[in-house]
T-cell receptor, first 115, second 112 residues
Framework: GAVVSQHPSRVICKSGTSVKIECRSLDFQATTMFWYRQFPKKSLMLMATSNEGSKATYEQGVEKDKFLINHASLTLSTLTVTSAHPEDSSFYIC???????????FGAGTRLSVL | RKEVEQDPGPFNVPEGATVAFNCTYSNSASQSFFWYRQDCRKEPKLLMSVYSSGNEDGRFTAQLNRASQYISLLIRDSKLSDSATYLCVVNMRNTGRRALTFGSGTRLQVQP
């Protein structure tokens, strides 16, 4: 069964809407979770590292005010895409693992379509 | 140079064929290595970890060559269900990077 749960799996929204995506570790605690973005036929691109109890670390080129990350507990991280626009349409995936730098388990992903 | 490089493919092979993928990584002090599989429009799933001594899981064999900084995956007796993108993944925690580093993936298409 899944060890990382991600919701929702699919979002279709109007431009200007904010969208919240949740990522939960089910069988372990995760002080760190990772958020990725994937465009069609492209590789996973790390967006940010979510840190429990402190600020997220964003990769170069990722706007922190656009992609808000909150790691409220040892089993939950949320990514909020604020004021979404069509260019934000993508596949967003989170990952977590019981050992930092070890095996990572992925959520099922969220396919976001902004109209 | 990319941190993790893979031939994007696609590799088109008939059922029953043996196919091998290679991957090279740039950081010689990288610590852990994995192969993940990703099906179209799905999340990546761990296929196997890669150990220095080489390891096998059924039809899948993974090898690590630290001196040459490459990792390989061998699939024997290919099945139609093996069609997917295979991601080479490296842990570069020695660089302070906590996330795993993914290659761009090699696409495999097994044909009847």
């Amino acid at each position: 069964g899944a060890v990382v749960s991600q919701h929702p799996s699919r979002v279709i929204c109007k431009s200007g809407t904010s969208v919240k995506i949740e990522c939960r570790s089910l069988d372990f605690q995760a002080t760190t979770m990772f958020w990725y973005r994937q465009f069609p036929k492209k590789s996973l691109m790390l967006m940010a590292t979510s840190n429990e109890g402190s600020k997220a670390t964003y990769e170069q080129g990722v706007e922190k005010d656009k992609f808000l990350i909150n790691h409220a507990s040892l089993t939950l991280s949320t990514l909020t895409v604020t004021s979404a626009h069509p260019e934000d349409s993508s596949f967003y995936i989170c990952s977590a693992g019981p050992d930092e730098g070890g095996i990572q388990y992925f959520g099922a992903g969220t396919r976001l379509s902004v109209l | 140079r990319k941190e993790v490089e893979q031939d994007p493919g696609p590799f088109n092979v008939p059922e029953g064929a043996t196919v091998a993928f290679n991957c090279t990584y740039s950081n010689s002090a990288s610590q852990s290595f994995f192969w993940y599989r990703q099906d179209c429009r799905k999340e990546p799933k761990l296929l196997m970890s890669v150990y220095s001594s080489g390891n096998e899981d059924g039809r899948f064999t993974a090898q690590l060559n630290r001196a040459s900084q490459y990792i390989s995956l061998l699939i024997r007796d290919s099945k139609l269900s093996d069609s997917a993108t295979y991601l080479c993944v490296v842990n570069m925690r020695n660089t302070g990077r906590r996330a795993l580093t993914f290659g761009s993936g090699t696409r495999l298409q097994v044909q009847p």
